[in-house]
Every structure is written in structure tokens, then in C-alpha cells.
């Protein structure tokens, strides 16, 4: 097993941040040819790619090569393993915050982002007036992602929070309360009570149409979407499939969410000469 000494990239792990990981990550298959490069190196080259954006291609020769990491990013994607990480560290994230790790309230949000020349679903959100796709997520009172689904810009958004339910009604038992935007008024209200037992609060905007005023718990989503500007992957949608989409997505969250739990120790001040 391959495990070169290099230099280290501002994304690797520490041994804290593997220590929190390493009985999450897949290990050697019943199957399979021998596991060649150690774990640790091949989501340390997740996380490079899910922080710089660079290519597949680019990715430096230090790490593994690059269709190795490829092809454990598809398959990982698919088999349910990064989303498998990213509930363990959530839920040891909440717990270290004092609270249950399955949460019992939620806010309801959207983000629309430009397609690079990829073929794939797309669409135009008139609201925001941009061709590309549209991430439609549900976070906790934390700011932590519960789940995301990624669409076509042009899907509604209480369509999309119809189909983020979905998915979040069968994982999280004790979920009861959630707050929006007055987007997602009308028919899902009565939809979400009817069918999930949720209890949505529309957050109205106070104020002028263009003035920043800080809105009760949708913050806390806005806040999300922050930590989500220092992942380059994250700028533009450059899949083709849209659970690759969403698969970054979990990749920066758990990269933040390992930064959490594990921070780095913080530079020693360096003496002044004299």
C-alpha cells in the first residue's frame, strides 16, 4: 500500500480529522484487486478537488492518480458511503452541541448555480434570472446539511422542497417544525402537514425589497451557503449527473464539519527578532 510522503495541501486530514473517518471509509473488498494507495491519500484527494475545483486531470502527482480517484468517487457516490460519513459526523456534531443527533426542526432553502459546457439537466430560474441548476436543501437549526437535492434552475422551488421531502421524511423520525421563505407558501404547507406530519413556518421579509435585515432561523441556511464559498467545486455544477452534484456538496460538508470536530491547532506566533 502506497503511502508517499509529500508535502502537505491546506485540505489534507490531520490524524485527529482520520481518526474520525477511518471506520466509515470502505476498506479492502471480499472482491476485488488489492487496495493499492492507503484511504486516507484517496479522500485526501477528494477533499483537494472538492476545495481547489481544479480538474480531474490536474489533480497533482503527488496523490494518487486521477482515475483511481474518479472511479472511487462514482462508486462511493453511489453506494451510499459519503452520505453514510456525512450523517455519522453530523450527528457527532450535533452531539457535541449538547443536542440529539436527529433534529427536530429545519429550514427549507435554494440556491441556483451556472452549468459549465456539460450535457445534463439545466434549466432557467426567472427569479434569479440564471441558466444552470438548482440545489434545493434542508438544513438543521445548526446550519448542517440534513439533505440536498440537485435539479434543473427552472423546478419550482416547493417542487423541489416536495422531492428534499421525500427523501428526509423516512431518515429523520423526529423532524416536526420548519421554516421558509414565503416561496414555499401555498399548497406545500397543507402538503408537508398532510403527508410528512411537518409544521411549516413561512419567515416573511420585513422591509424594502432590496434591504439586508437578517430574518428569524433563515440565517442560519445563508450561513450554510457561506462555508460553502471556500470550495471551488462548489461555484459552477460541472457533473453530468446531479448526484455527483450532490456528492460534492457532502464532500465540503464533511470537510467542515471535520474542521469542526478536529479544528487544526491555530500557528505559534513567530518571535520577533531583537
Not at 196 to 225: K, N, P, Y
Request: with cysteine; glycine share 8%; hydrophobic share 40%.
Amino acid at each position: 500500500m502506497k503511502t508517499a510522503e509529500r508535502p502537505r495541501y491546506p485540505s489534507d486530514l490531520t490524524d485527529a480529522q482520520w481518526a474520525l473517518l477511518q471506520d466509515q471509509v470502505p476498506g479492502q473488498a471480499l472482491l476485488g484487486c488489492p487496495i493499492t494507495y492507503a484511504r486516507r491519500e484517496v479522500v485526501n484527494a477528494l477533499l483537494y478537488l472538492a476545495r481547489t475545483g481544479c480538474q480531474w486531470r490536474a489533480l497533482p502527482h503527488d496523490l494518487p492518480p486521477w482515475p483511481l480517484i474518479y472511479s472511487y468517487f462514482r462508486q462511493w457516490s453511489a453506494d451510499g458511503t459519503l452520505d453514510a460519513i456525512h450523517t455519522a459526523l453530523r450527528e457527532r456534531v450535533r452531539q457535541a452541541d449538547g443536542r440529539h443527533p436527529q433534529p427536530s426542526a429545519g429550514i427549507l432553502d435554494s440556491q441556483t448555480v451556472k452549468v459549465a459546457g456539460q450535457a445534463g439537466p439545466r434549466g432557467y430560474d426567472g427569479g434569479k434570472h440564471l441558466t444552470g441548476r438548482k440545489r434545493h436543501l434542508l438544513t438543521d437549526t445548526l446550519g448542517l446539511l440534513l439533505v440536498v437535492v440537485v435539479t434543473a434552475a427552472n423546478v419550482s422551488d416547493p417542487a423541489g422542497a416536495r422531492e428534499v421531502a421525500l427523501v428526509a421524511q423516512p431518515r429523520l423520525r423526529r423532524l416536526r417544525h420548519l421554516w421558509a421563505d414565503s416561496t414555499y407558501g401555498g399548497t406545500l404547507v397543507a402538503w408537508l402537514a398532510t403527508w410528512c406530519g411537518w409544521a411549516l413556518q413561512i419567515v416573511s421579509h420585513i422591509g424594502t425589497v432590496h434591504e439586508f435585515i437578517v430574518q428569524q432561523r433563515r440565517w442560519v441556511v445563508e450561513r450554510t451557503f457561506g462555508w460553502w464559498v471556500h470550495y471551488r467545486r462548489l461555484s459552477k455544477d460541472y457533473e453530468v449527473q446531479t448526484f455527483h452534484s450532490e456528492a460534492w456538496i457532502l464532500l465540503a460538508m464533511i470537510s467542515v464539519m471535520l474542521n469542526r470536530l478536529a479544528p487544526l491547532a491555530p500557528p505559534k506566533p513567530q518571535k520577533k527578532p531583537g
